[in-house]
């Protein structure tokens, strides 16, 4: 599949997958998606801003929701009997402040590769999909919108949650889609 793929959707893959690194995600899910193709120019980004998407907000917004997410959760930790916040302090007082951020930034560094989640992978072939209905012997980063906002995703919840009229940003990418 990623034979078809424009030089504009290669490069939002190898953007999310440094998207991904930067927020020490262990996934790259549509989340990091989404951050790559609204940063860079192309058909997705064009689609977001003509269907009234602040995307700069969008990239703030999405990049803070995937840095929430990979927080560790202290009230699931109470449940199972460990105190994170004294386990933070224990870990700072022997080995300095913002320990176990580093120690997780360290163990997480040493991943080359970065797998794709479930849903990633399910929107990249949503993605071919989009393509072939539009006709297009090619996927361009106009298609992996579609196929982001095909199905129920972290991307999609996140633009419905940014107010976006995501049947209108489709709409936009399909006439991106089919002009590339």
Known sequence: MFERFTKDARAAVVDAQ????????????????????????????????????????????TRADIAAGDELDPGALAAVGIDLDEVTRRTEETFGEGALARAGRVLRGRRKHIPFTPD???????????????????I??????????????????ILVDAGADVDQVRQRAEGGAQAA
């Open 18 to 61: 440094q998207v991904a690194r930067d927020a020490h995600s262990e996934q790259i899910d549509t989340r990091h998606l989404l951050v790559a193709l609204a940063s860079a120019p192309g058909p997705a980004r064009t689609a977001l801003s003509d269907g009234g998407v602040d995307v700069g907000g969008l990239v703030d917004r």
């Open 140 to 157: 361009h980063g106009g298609h992996l919108l579609l196929g982001l906002t095909r199905a129920d995703s972290p991307a999609r919840r």
């Open 120 to 138: 990633a992978k399910k929107s990249l072939e949503l993605a071919l999909r989009e393509a072939i209905r539009l006709g297009s012997k090619e």
